[in-house]
């Protein structure tokens, strides 16, 4: 799973990168060209600054994009490869658990599941003439059967201050209202929480990030709420839950076909990529050649 989870953590990071610029590539001109979009004292940076920029830096990389989600819908449909939602919604949760590549700051459901979509149907269309035995695959499973397990994960963001006073005073803050993410970026003594507005991302028991005290608080919270002042090894700690997923044991016939594509993608010893289908589906593209 090594090579796919790395595959993951990239394409996560150059997927929300390249998304985030389509967003504000295709926002509509709230007014003239010239409409400022920032202000350094008497000079100003334009929306067409601006954007043009962003076209200069990540325009090739954003439309590259943009043809290979075109290109692998179209054959996709043209040798009629579906997948199936509950494989979309497998590795939504292993991207959120395992490979904790999102987050709620980084990346909304929706993105998130057209990117995987995207993927998967990708590597069905690359390995869709390799042959795998059964054996192999069922092998595969057998070796590695710990790896399609789903730990019971939360999505914790936390603020960490050094006296049981200050924690009192954060918690009565919270209660009249005060922001969680703002608080933790304001008075947090664990920066790298901090910076992000305490949040950890998903955590479980396995993974050690959190030592199994704060673990057992976590459990006992419901979603949404706050936790009482926990001693930790820097102080105190406030815990919040955003989300929890109980833990999941997938079993041979529900991967059997993720297996498959990768044990293919190694045969081929290829990167997933829709580059070469672009020819098939007749690109033709603003920078002329198709060998991107």
Same mark, same amino acid.
């Given at each position: ?118 993927? @998967? #149907?990708? *590597? ?8 795998? $035995?059964?054996? /192999? =695959? ?44 703002? @608080? #933790?970026? *304001? ?8 910076? $992000?507005?305490? /949040? =950890? ?61 990768? =044990? ?29």
């Amino acid at each position: 799973m090594g090579k796919k989870q790395m595959w993951w953590v990239i394409a996560g990071l150059i997927g929300f990168n390249i998304f985030t610029l389509l967003f504000f590539l295709g926002r509509p001109l709230s007014g003239a060209d010239d409409e400022a979009v920032a202000t350094i004292g008497n000079e100003s940076i334009t929306r067409e600054d601006w954007l043009q920029e962003i076209e200069a830096s990540h325009g090739k990389d954003i439309l590259s994009a943009l043809v290979d989600e075109k290109v692998v819908e179209q054959l996709a449909g043209k040798y009629n490869i579906e997948i199936p939602k509950e494989e979309i919604d497998r590795e939504l949760l292993m991207i959120k658990t395992i490979y904790r590549t999102y987050d709620g700051q980084t990346a909304d459901d929706k993105q998130l599941r057209r990117q995987v979509k995207h993927q @998967l #149907a990708l *590597e069905e269309l690359l390995t869709r003439d390799v042959v795998v $035995k059964e054996e /192999d =695959l069922k092998a595969f499973y057998d070796q590695n059967s710990g790896s399609f397990n789903i730990p019971p994960s939360y999505h914790v963001s936390q603020i960490v201050v050094k006296t049981k006073e200050a924690a009192n005073e954060t918690i009565k803050e919270l209660e009249q209202g005060s922001s969680f993410a703002a @608080l #933790a970026m *304001e008075r947090s003594i664990d920066e790298f929480s901090a910076n $992000k507005g305490g /949040d =950890l991302g998903f955590v479980s028991e396995a993974d050690g990030r959190l030592d199994r005290s704060m673990i057992e608080h976590v459990q006992n919270l419901k979603v949404a709420t706050w936790s009482k002042p926990v001693k930790s090894a820097e102080g105190y700690s406030i815990l919040f839950v955003h989300e929890q997923i109980p833990g999941k044991k997938y079993s041979y016939d529900e991967v059997k076909s993720e297996i498959r594509r990768q =044990l293919a993608l190694e045969q081929m010893d290829m990167p997933a990529s829709a580059k070469p289908f672009w020819d098939e589906a007749d690109v033709d593209w603003f920078y002329g050649d198709t060998e991107n």
